[in-house]
């Protein structure tokens, strides 16, 4: 595994009020629009106000339960919505969604309230603790600073100072040193900012690694590989750009999945997988390698063929060589349309053909 260092398109958002700390609205890792509202800071008379609010709900709540006599279709209708939502709120275990509940719960609530204080004899009472409810509501609301998302994205409030600096604008400017130098923990979460938070750019990313395999060296611009994450997640990747370092190569990947996996963590281990084939694995000393039929589309090409042995039996298979190295092949089986058309069998020949499978013998070092 190598060390790969997490470059994303990142706008920080902070407000005038930020020592207050904050309350999210969106929470970590959440897609959010253009313009909606993604935290707020404690106004300064917060905890008091939300004091009194809490006992105007109990006050409002024991007036509406001594009147027993109120029949409306819509009281009705908020009861059940009522109960609904707090048969749902029990199974939750997202905080966000609690969250949401929550505010929903209470304001069908209050308009419950509110058409009691119509219909009630003790009407003016009750009516009196929702104007004030509404009123310590509005303070509470218009003393509190709401930030908005300037674009769209993934919602972050790991803030690590490293948002101006590790850019897709920054990436002529790389070298290994520049990165050492950062002092990053692979694998180490960025705390979460209690002041501020960020807009994450969910259509790409970027994961720039030191390498110096014959691959890396062989690796050019619009590359397509596989990243393994240290999870075992696999991610597509495109090769953005290469700095020349003295021994090896910084290699600039570009993501366009997996992007919220990685919003935690500016450091992390990361395999490049340059090539991926399914098939079969065996040593090329067990391959034999003939000429192609003449008069076939393949006429001057060689085509490889494995012994495979069943109980003092042989059988000569024709196989497609999808990858190979100086010591190992990955093999799979020809269709029949391709022996036909391409290598020039007949049908009778192909009939008469086998197919090679997992856990067959084969041959080494075979005679054809």
Known sequence: MQFGYVIREETVVQGDNYKNGIVQIKAEGERVAKNDPVFRYYSNNEENLVKKIQELDLKIQEAMANENNLFSSDMKLLENQIQERLMEYETLNDIQKMKEYKKDINTRITKKAKIAGELSPSGSYIRKLIEERSSYENSLNSGSEYINAPTSGIVSYRVDGLEDVLTPNSFSSLNIKFLEELKLKTGEIVSSSGEKGKIINNFEGYIVVSLTSEKAQEAKVGDNVTLRLANSEEISAQVAYIVEEDKSRLIVFKITKGLELLANYRKITVDV????????????????????????????????????????????????????????????????????????????????????????????????
């Open 273 to 368: 997988i340059w090539w991926s084939y399914s098939g079969l694995k065996v040593p090329n000393t067990a391959l034999i390698r003939e000429k192609a039929k003449q008069g076939s589309e393949q006429e001057g090409n060689d085509i490889y063929f494995v012994m495979k042995n069943r109980a003092g039996y042989t059988d000569k298979i024709p196989v497609k060589v999808l990858k190979q190295n100086s010591s190992y092949s990955i093999i799979t089986n020809y269709e029949s349309t391709e022996l036909k058309e391409k290598w020039g069998y007949t049908d009778k020949e192909i009939n008469q053909i086998k197919s090679i499978v997992l856990h067959d013998e084969i041959m080494i070092y075979p005679k054809s």
